[in-house]
């Protein structure tokens, strides 16, 4: 379960003054996929991220039971001096799942070639997601949190990405942001869409989608 409990948090100071969080006190549904919508500039990631306890809010809290992934695709959690295979052996010990059995699936599974054992900080941005995408779904999670994360490399690359998230979420839940409807319908049932710092559930999935869109053009 996750549930965000009283949460603020807003950015800058006077009418320059961004909030992505006023006061929010809701629940996301337990083992559904929700997409979560909202304008450019709405605070999306910084919601996710706060979520995953990788930003801290203002004030209020996330009350998290079960495990919950960082931001996938998310790349802040890789030492740059590392080579992708450390990076993966250490969150692999960081979430208690078998060094080996990870490294085998990331390599496999990110296609990075003898890249996996350079330095991090060596990746193209790409190849960063693609180690990122590579460890975040090698590791079972009860929800993952999805940023924009298919969009990273060729057609094939994304077909399997795309592929993988969604075998994980037969057992598993998510919080998506995306701003294409191809992959919120494919990958969600249900949404939350957020403006000026609260958020509003919806349950159908196709209403939330035409909510937001006539937000956009108006």
């Given at each position: 379960?996750?549930e965000?409990?009283?949460?603020?948090?807003?950015?800058?100071?006077?009418?320059?003054?961004?909030?992505?969080?006023?006061?929010?006190?809701?629940?996301?549904?337990?083992?559904?996929?929700?997409?979560?919508?909202?304008?450019?500039?709405?605070g999306?990631?910084?919601?996710?991220?706060?979520?995953?306890?990788?930003?801290?809010?203002?004030?209020?809290?996330?009350?998290?039971?079960?495990?919950?992934?960082?931001?996938?695709?998310?790349?802040?959690?890789?030492?740059?001096?590392?080579?992708g295979?450390?990076?993966?052996?250490?969150?692999?010990?960081?979430?208690?799942?078998?060094?080996?059995?990870?490294?085998?699936?990331?390599?496999?599974?990110?296609?990075l070639?003898?890249?996996?054992?350079?330095?991090?900080?060596?990746?193209?941005?790409g190849?960063?997601?693609?180690?990122?995408?590579?460890?975040?779904m090698?590791?079972?999670?009860?929800?993952?949190?999805?940023?924009?994360?298919?969009?990273?490399?060729?057609?094939?690359?994304?077909?399997?990405?795309?592929?993988?998230?969604?075998?994980?979420?037969e057992?598993?839940?998510?919080i998506?942001v995306?701003?294409?409807?191809?992959?919120?319908?494919?990958?969600?049932?249900?949404?939350?869409?957020?403006e000026k710092?609260?958020?509003?559930y919806?349950?159908?999935?196709?209403?939330?989608?035409?909510?937001?869109?006539?937000?956009?053009?108006?």
């Open positions: 379960m996750i965000l409990v009283n949460l603020n948090k807003a950015f800058g100071t006077g009418k320059r003054r961004k909030v992505v969080a006023d006061n929010l006190s809701i629940a996301f549904p337990e083992g559904r996929s929700v997409a979560l919508m909202g304008r450019n500039g709405a999306k990631s910084t919601l996710l991220r706060m979520i995953a306890g990788t930003m801290n809010p203002d004030s209020g809290h996330v009350r998290r039971t079960g495990t919950i992934s960082w931001p996938v695709g998310f790349k802040g959690s890789f030492h740059a001096d590392l080579t295979a450390q990076n993966t052996r250490f969150l692999a010990r960081v979430y208690g799942v078998d060094t080996d059995e990870l490294q085998r699936f990331v390599a496999d599974f990110a296609e070639g003898h890249h996996f054992n350079l330095p991090f900080k060596s990746y193209s941005s190849m960063r997601s693609r180690l990122a995408f590579g460890v975040s090698g590791i079972r999670f009860d929800t993952y949190l999805i940023d924009e994360v298919t969009s990273v490399g060729d057609a094939a690359f994304k077909q399997k990405s795309s592929e993988l998230l969604l075998d994980r979420l057992e598993s839940g998510a998506v995306s701003h294409g409807k191809g992959m919120m319908r494919r990958l969600c049932d249900c949404a939350m869409v957020l710092g609260q958020l509003v919806y349950d159908d999935l196709e209403e939330a989608i035409e909510v937001h869109h006539k937000r956009l053009l108006g």
